[in-house]
């Protein structure tokens, strides 16, 4: 009994970091946590004033979401998760359309990441926009309490003549 008791307390005290030749999930995991490197989940997405208020909800207040960094390539996904119904009496289509340019927005490339800066720099090869295609997207991200803050340039948004800030959080998605 001392001898399982001894061991256990092994391996507590070294942080399970080998079991049987494998790194410690718990390493693996640390190890991940300062890096935009994996998938992420939205959680809010806000667009927000100088002093920090929020002056509007661009995707509604339950935005659905993903960000995905992986092998130099980026997947930007977000659409609001207050879509409507449609209505009887006009063609869907034209209704999904209207809906999918006011409510969707989607975007990936190649990416080149600055961990120093906390940006990374997108080469749109595809978007919900054509106008989108070919640009070069640039985002700032940083870290806190596990969470993952994105978005463009502090200010660089406009809505009725007032600088605005787009501020994306966001957690690490499961595996």
Do not use: H
């Amino acid at each position: 009994m001392k001898i399982v008791i001894a061991m256990l307390l092994a391996l507590v005290v070294s942080g399970f970091s080998r079991i049987d030749g494998v790194e410690s999930r718990i390493d693996a995991i640390q190890s991940r946590t300062d890096t935009i490197q994996g998938r992420w989940k939205l959680l809010t997405a806000e667009d927000v004033r100088a002093d920090g208020s929020v002056a509007r909800y661009p995707w509604g207040r339950k935005p659905i979401g993903a960000i995905v960094v992986e092998g130099g390539y980026c997947y930007v996904q977000i659409m609001s998760g207050d879509v409507p119904s449609f209505t009887t009496g006009k063609p869907i289509g034209e209704q999904m359309t209207a809906a999918l340019l006011s409510t969707y927005i989607a975007y990936s490339g190649a990416c080149t990441i600055n961990e120093a800066e906390g940006s990374v720099t997108l080469k749109v090869d595809s978007a919900w926009r054509p106008d989108y295609v070919g640009t070069e997207q640039k985002r700032f991200f940083k870290f806190d309490n596990g969470k993952m803050t994105f978005g463009p340039a502090v200010g660089s948004m406009r809505a009725g003549g007032e600088a605005l800030t787009r501020r994306l959080t966001l957690e690490r998605a499961a595996p």
